[in-house]
């Protein structure tokens, strides 16, 4: 069986290696601050063995826009969701995880095309599903 | 006098015979051999996720059956599960059981449709796809009893299946059950140790551990290139772990390792299917009590299982309302062909396409 981690005991452990990037925390995810994703998913994969990357989606709260990362240790057998926020709908952007876990390069240019997030440091953030001078970002919520 | 040469594009598809749907693929070639690949998709994109944000929990099964196509009861299993999970419902004992042998009986569909498509692509012009389709058609068959459908099914309902099976369903299971040993001998027979086939797929488009890990693959071809890791043995959902099943994996992941670990992998449906014959009770309800309309928790879930190509997932975000605010689909073959490149730079085009045929792509699921 997978253990699902508990967010609030993983995420003392992570304001321990990367200070100041924990926002905060419950029972099943990590809310992390945009601007240290990219070190705190390499403490992930380097340090705590988390190897393998599922599943990467976007929600748009109208607020803000949650991009949703599932990582799984296959070692361990544990999994971990962690959650980065934009609060801007003008330009969001977040730093791209794909060089640590290539898993990430189809679904952030996904999350690109149909929510407008950039992703920066993304080797090749093009439209994936739509095609290039399309209108809009069918999957916000604002989008009719 | 030295000849100058230069590299060339070529464009594969979107209609073409191997893509195995509508899809594209930008060669840079030098000569024959292929220096760069750029995958293109996109053409079956039919919104699914925002058309799923109008639609009620339930009137979204329909949709899952347009995802993977070749398998779509286990895409409804995935998503009801999903559902299930979010909203706290408990499935009858009878259709956990009915689930289970759907699934692996669309497990093995699927698997046969991938052998028989990837043997065409080396070359076996549509002969060995007609033995696979012979038994295919067996499996289509017991489905049509079942709900009346070949294709795209919608049987399974949130809190269970929507109908119980017909008196002669298990007769029929149980022969189809004793006999595909020795249909799956046959096919060996005819492929497994073929010298052409050999020479074509052995060592051809290798997928080492590490990348198949690191680009996050999933399903026979994760296994194929050695990691056991299959959800119904790791993360057991549903009633998997009242099973007795092995994981086959590959040595080296080459396009051989992928054909020959999807053969073993349908033993080892066979097997379960068996057990679960058995084990399933006679009688009892096989829906819970869902009403049409109803309103999960506000919250939100991930739902997944081992679809026949992969770990597939639902993510759900519920406002409380009776349509999900968010449905996202993650689909085990858009993250597999994340290795194309990797896999196909340094090969002739000819092996491009066994290499593609043998990652057994759908073209539904990526797009959706």
């Known amino acids: 069986m997978t253990t699902a981690l508990n967010g609030e005991e993983l995420a003392k452990k992570i304001a321990e290696a990367v200070p100041g990037s924990v926002v905060s925390s419950d029972k099943s995810s990590i809310i992390i601050d945009g601007k240290s994703l990219l070190q705190v998913a390499e403490h992930f994969k380097n340090k705590l063995g988390f190897d393998y990357l599922t599943a990467v989606t976007g929600v748009d709260y109208i607020d803000y826009f949650e991009v949703v990362y599932r990582v799984v240790s296959m070692q361990h057998n544990q999994s971990i969701f962690l959650k980065a926020r934009c609060y801007t709908r003008e330009d969001p952007a977040l730093p791209s995880v794909t060089p640590v876990w290539r898993a990430a390069y189809y679904q952030e240019r996904e999350i690109y095309d149909l929510l407008g997030i950039k992703f920066e440091g993304h080797p090749y953030l093009k439209r994936l599903l739509l095609w290039e001078g399309f209108n809009g970002y069918p999957l916000r919520r604002d989008y009719l | ?368």
């Open chain 2, 1 to 368: 006098m030295p000849v100058k040469t230069e590299s060339f594009y070529l464009n594969v598809g979107p209609q073409h015979p191997s893509t195995h749907g509508v899809f594209r693929l930008r060669l840079t070639l030098d000569g024959e051999v292929v220096v760069d690949v750029e995958p293109i998709v996109g053409y079956l994109h039919r919104g699914i996720e925002k058309l799923a944000e109008t639609r009620t929990y339930t009137q979204i099964i329909p949709l899952t059956d347009r995802l993977d196509y070749l398998a779509s009861m286990t895409d409804n299993v995935a998503y009801c599960l999903a559902v299930e999970k979010l909203a706290g419902i408990k499935v009858p004992e009878r259709a956990e059981y009915i689930r289970i042998i759907i699934s692996e009986l669309m497990r093995i569909s699927s698997h046969m449709m991938a052998v028989g498509f990837y043997l065409n692509d080396c070359g076996a012009f549509f002969t060995p796809v007609l033995y696979m389709w012979r038994e295919r058609e067996k499996i289509l068959d017991l489905f049509d009893m079942l709900c009346g459908q070949r294709l795209l099914y919608n049987y399974m309902r949130v809190g269970g299946v929507s109908q119980d099976l017909p008196d002669d369903f298990l007769p029929a299971l149980k022969k189809f059950v004793d006999e595909m040993p020795k249909y799956i001998g046959e096919y060996n027979q005819l492929i497994k140790d073929n010298e052409i086939f050999l020479a074509r797929s052995k060592g051809v488009g290798i997928l080492p551990k590490e990348t198949a890990v690191n680009i996050g693959a999933s399903g026979p071809v994760l296994r194929a290139s050695g990691v056991k890791w299959d959800l119904r043995k790791m993360d057991p959902y549903s009633i998997y772990d009242r099973f007795d099943f092995d994981v086959p994996i590959g040595e080296v992941g080459d396009c051989y390792d992928r054909y020959w670990v999807r053969v073993l992998e349908m033993m080892q449906s066979l097997r379960i299917i068996e057990q679960a014959m058995k084990q399933m009770p006679q009688e009892g309800p096989v829906i819970a009590d869902v009403p049409q309309f109803f309103r999960p928790p506000k919250g939100e879930t991930y739902g997944y299982i081992e679809a026949p190509k992969g770990n597939l997932g639902f993510y759900i975000v519920s406002d409380g309302s009776i349509a999900p605010y968010r449905l996202h689909i993650f689909p085990p073959t858009l993250i597999n062909i994340t290795a194309l490149k990797d896999m196909m730079v340094g090969w002739k085009v000819a092996d491009m396409i066994i290499i593609f045929g043998s990652m057994d792509v759908v073209l539904g699921e990526i797009d959706r």
